[in-house]
């Protein structure tokens, strides 16, 4: 294959991507804007592992702007196992991460990954309060934070993912693209038609605005490495191990590789159609959106060598874990059947729609 067949091979693959996933994304964007505007996460000071793991699970957070809000919730005071619990399960998926590995692989399999990610937090919050809290240099250290790396830490996070970042007032995380002197801070001065216009407004200007902003990167660097291994795969030859080995070839690429929870899921898909298993793909959905070289780093930082530990070994049982269940239950992926019948007319428009949203933040973001 020449350099122009790839090229043709990889923009006809990426187009048809677009089109199949463009509804589930703009859904996704849009209870993920629901959940930011009228959700509110005031301190999770006296909240304990399972209900972090519960409040983490649905949260659109990626791994690397989880990092500011985790070390917020331990300043503030909160335990620092349920601090663990949040830090595993949220970055693992998402209600946006939910909806679209819906619409790729089956609900079923949609509320796997939620449940394992649910459990991994938990297990990882009671290892870390039974094994790992003793090697944290007193929970006063964790509590108070260290200022003069936090900021170093939010800085290094320049992933489209991370534009959402901690405040240590009234809600656990809030937009920097939002007008804090007209935005949601406002709201509460205002009761009846004023508040409920006002949430409106501030809910149509973060999905049509906001969240295109924030996810543009996200989306376009998901579907092209997507586009790339589907074109790779299937036209040279390379080595496709079959469970359980391929769960650990999975492992060893999704582990380097910083990808958020909604865009790893049409790369999951990619693999799957390629050759690999479906559960090699849930290795790939749980572990890479919850690895990346700045949560490590913040993790060995502030929860030591056995808080890392416990991280990382959790990640990867659960990765491992959910794979064989995934296998072992048959499950299959939808999106080669929906590729081949071709885009509806409403998934036509879908795409026009988030090609438009899409085409107006990358010129805002070029200006």
Same mark, same amino acid.
């Given at each position: 294959m020449d350099l122009i067949e790839f090229a043709k091979e990889f923009v006809r693959s990426f187009l048809n991507m677009w089109v199949d996933f463009s509804i589930w994304f703009l859904l996704g964007m849009f209870v993920a804007s629901v959940i930011e505007v009228f959700f509110k996460v005031s301190s999770l000071?006296?909240?304990?592992?399972?209900?972090?793991?519960?409040?983490g699970v649905p949260l659109p957070i990626c791994s690397c702007s989880i990092v500011p809000i985790t070390n917020s919730i331990v300043k503030s005071g909160a335990k620092v196992e349920a601090a663990m619990s949040f830090l595993i399960s949220t970055p693992m998926t998402g209600v946006d991460a939910i909806i679209a590995t819906w619409a790729v692989f089956g609900w079923e399999f949609a509320f796997l990954r939620a449940g394992i990610a649910f459990l991994a937090g938990v297990c990882g919050g009671l290892l870390f309060k039974f094994f790992g809290e003793a090697l944290v240099e007193g929970a006063e250290d964790l509590e108070a934070g260290v200022d003069g790396k936090e900021e170093k830490v939010r800085l290094?996070?320049?992933?489209?993912?991370?534009?959402?970042?901690?405040?240590?007032?009234?809600?656990?995380?809030?937009?920097?693209?939002?007008?804090?002197?007209?935005?949601?801070a406002t709201i509460d001065k205002y009761s009846g038609k004023e508040?409920?216009? %006002? %949430?409106?407004?501030?809910?149509?200007?973060?999905?049509?605005?906001?969240?295109?902003?924030?996810?543009?990167?996200?989306?376009?660097?998901?579907?092209?490495?997507?586009?790339?291994?589907?074109?790779?795969?299937?036209?040279?030859?390379?080595?496709?191990?079959?469970?359980?080995?391929?769960?650990?070839?999975?492992?060893?690429?999704?582990?380097?590789?910083?990808?958020?929870?909604?865009?790893?899921?049409?790369?999951?898909?990619?693999?799957?159609?390629?050759?690999?298993?479906?559960?090699?793909?849930?290795?790939?959905?749980?572990a890479g959106p919850a690895t990346n070289a700045i949560t490590l780093r913040f993790v060995w930082q502030r929860f030591k060598l056995r808080g890392f530990l416990v991280y990382f070994g959790v990640v990867v049982a659960a990765s491992l874990v959910g794979a064989f269940l995934v296998d072992s239950l048959g499950f299959k992926v939808a999106f080669a059947e929906s590729s081949a019948k071709g885009g509806s007319y409403i998934n036509v428009i879908s795409a026009v729609l988030l090609a438009a949203m899409m085409g107006y933040a990358l010129i805002r973001k070029l200006r």
């Open positions: 000071k006296n909240v304990g592992i399972f209900k972090a793991a519960v409040i290094s996070c320049n992933s489209a993912c991370c534009h959402h970042h901690y405040h240590e007032e009234d809600s656990l995380f809030h937009s920097h693209h939002l007008d804090h002197d007209k935005g949601d508040r409920i216009l %006002k %949430k409106m407004n501030s809910l149509v200007k973060k999905f049509f605005f906001e969240q295109p902003a924030e996810l543009l990167d996200t989306l376009l660097i998901g579907l092209m490495i997507s586009a790339f291994f589907s074109v790779v795969f299937s036209h040279f030859k390379y080595i496709v191990l079959k469970p359980p080995l391929a769960y650990f070839e999975i492992l060893f690429l999704a582990l380097p590789m910083y990808v958020c929870s909604v865009s790893s899921v049409p790369i999951a898909a990619s693999l799957v159609l390629s050759g690999f298993s479906v559960g090699s793909a849930f290795v790939f959905l749980l």
